[in-house]
């Protein structure tokens, strides 16, 4: 069973950088689709980005040309680097899967084994 875990949260000042990490275990992540997703408090989890199988990548509006989704099969991992960050990206940052053999897709609403979330605030 695939089994995923966050890190590289933490609080970093407006207009900086932090670069979240989830690695995986139980299974190789070749046929899975991996995507991050975040929950600031008082408001539904919200899909940022997901890169499918074969590398193709999707970003939501609100991240898009500031985060950057990235794989590295070999070591099981899948990044989110997060550039000019706003105060409105503090949230616990939720990195899920789902097994796939679609390559050139993924799709948000079909990731379904999560991690346990990481902490992102940015602020002054």
């Known amino acids: 069973q695939l089994q995923l875990v966050e890190s590289g949260g933490g609080l970093v000042e407006p207009g900086g950088s932090l670069r979240l990490s989830c690695e995986a275990s139980?299974?190789?992540?070749?046929?899975?689709?991996i995507g991050w997703f975040r929950q600031a408090p008082g408001k539904e989890r919200e899909g940022v980005s997901c890169?499918?199988?074969?590398?193709?990548?999707y970003y939501a509006d609100s991240v898009k040309g500031r985060f950057t989704i990235s794989r590295a099969n070999a070591k099981n991992t899948v990044s989110l680097e997060m550039n000019s960050l706003k105060p409105e990206d503090t949230a616990v940052y939720y990195c899920?899967?789902?097994?796939?053999?679609?390559?050139?897709?993924?799709?948000?609403?079909?990731?379904?084994?999560w991690g346990q979330g990481t902490q992102v605030t940015v602020s002054s």
């Open positions: 899920a899967g789902y097994r796939t053999t679609v390559q050139d897709t993924c799709i948000m609403a079909r990731h379904h084994v």
């Open positions: 139980g299974r190789p992540l070749d046929n899975y689709a």
């Open positions: 890169i499918s199988v074969g590398g193709a990548t």
